[in-house]
């Protein structure tokens, strides 16, 4: 039987899968090589705040939206590219835990990119 996540290191390798399995990515890996090349060295840290945030309830001050409004711009991320994002990284956290908390974090990917969608790609229907 597999574990809850209960650390944030458990939500670090959580995020180093998903990105192995992400970049190489016939529909998304572009967005992550090209588009704006991430450094997962770099990245890693803040996108493990933003999760711990949700998770652990730990402080969170950066602006996903921005970030993604500006790759937006650059390259439009579509529903598909969104629906793609939460298969993997569902599958991603399914493949190695189970209980509240990874359930809570396919939940709020889920909600992440829908929130997502509505904001990039339906922008007067607000929210």
């Not at 458990?10 to 992550?32: H, P």
């Not at 991320?77 to 969104?82: A, D, G, P, Q, V």
């Not at 939940?107 to 509505?118: K, N, P, Y």
């Amino acid at each position: 039987m597999k574990r809850d996540i209960e650390t944030r290191k458990d939500i670090e390798d959580v995020l180093t899968a998903f990105y192995a399995d992400a970049f190489s990515d016939d529909l998304i890996g572009r967005f992550f090589t090209e588009v704006v090349p991430l450094n997962l060295e770099t990245h890693l840290p803040v996108i493990a705040d933003f999760w711990e945030s949700i998770l652990f309830n730990t402080p969170y001050t950066k602006n996903v939206m921005a970030v993604h409004q500006h790759i937006h711009h650059l390259s439009a991320i579509r529903k598909e590219h969104l629906d793609r994002w939460v298969q993997l990284f569902t599958a991603t956290v399914a493949a190695r835990f189970e209980g509240p908390r990874a359930t809570l974090l396919q939940q709020r990917g889920r909600s992440v990119a829908t929130l997502m969608d509505i904001k990039l790609n339906h922008p007067k229907k607000g929210i």
